[in-house]
């Protein structure tokens, strides 16, 4: 079985541009959720969809948006992107999400902007 | 609010030593636990989860943890190191409210494990 799969898996980009990340769960997971990963604040929850809604959203500005396709698919976008974007962007895929279940997590991508 | 504090950003221990990696959390209502692992330039893998059923859990490679709701620990045992368990080690929460589950896990910031020949 195929694990969470994120693309691409290192981005660079400029200043003011937008950038849009791709994860395709588990097949048969209908949970994604993102989180951002950086050296100073740690893993932070952005948001998780669940049949193409948003279920829960963490606490980041309206720049950070995702979507969820009828496959599951998700992507995330973050529009006028800051240096202080620069972080590793990791997925996760469950069954039907919820507090007690397990999450698996893809490889992240690592987006660096300059 | 809920949170996370994880003891220690850094462990070192020797190969074979015993593994103690500490996570206490701050809930107002009954938690879903887990202990995760991140190799480099990886993403995370689940180690062990506690879910309200037996509060002594066992994990993968020998990793066990214990839920003490007095002391609201979650604290990461392993009883031989192996150079294999270097890498950092993320205690996470989860909960539910008003009946509904959050789903969202909220992170420890971390301990990152060092293991020594």
């Known amino acids: 079985k195929a694990g969470v799969t994120q693309t691409p898996r290192y981005l660079i980009k400029t200043r003011g541009q937008q950038v849009t990340l791709s994860c395709s769960p588990i097949?048969?997971?209908?949970?994604v959720s993102w989180y951002q990963q950086t050296p100073g604040q740690g893993l932070q929850f952005l948001f998780e969809?669940?049949?193409?809604?948003?279920?829960n959203k963490g606490n980041f500005p309206g720049r950070f948006s995702g979507r969820q396709f009828s496959n599951s698919r998700s992507e995330m976008n973050v529009s006028t992107l800051e240096l202080g974007d620069s972080a590793l962007y990791l997925c996760?895929?469950?069954?039907?999400?919820?507090?007690?279940?397990?999450?698996?997590f893809g490889q992240g991508t690592r987006l660096t902007v300059v | 609010a809920q949170s996370v504090t994880q003891l220690g950003s850094h462990v070192s221990v020797s190969e074979g030593a015993l593994v103690l990696l500490r996570c206490n959390y701050s809930?107002?209502?009954?938690?879903?636990l887990f202990w995760y692992v991140q190799y480099p330039n990886q993403g995370l893998q689940l180690l062990l989860k506690y879910t309200s059923a037996a509060t002594l859990v066992k994990g993968i490679n020998d990793f066990e943890a214990e839920f003490k709701k007095s002391e609201t620990s979650f604290h990461l045992t392993k009883p031989s190191a192996h150079m294999s368990d270097a890498a950092e080690y993320f205690c996470a929460v989860s909960f539910m409210k008003y009946g509904a589950s959050q789903g969202n896990l909220i992170f420890g910031k971390g301990t990152k494990l060092s293991v020594k020949p």
């Open positions: 809930s107002s209502v009954p938690p879903y």
């Open positions: 996760a895929s469950s069954f039907q999400g919820g507090g007690g279940t397990e999450a698996f």
């Open positions: 969809y669940f049949s193409e809604t948003q279920r």
């Open positions: 097949s048969g997971h209908r949970s």
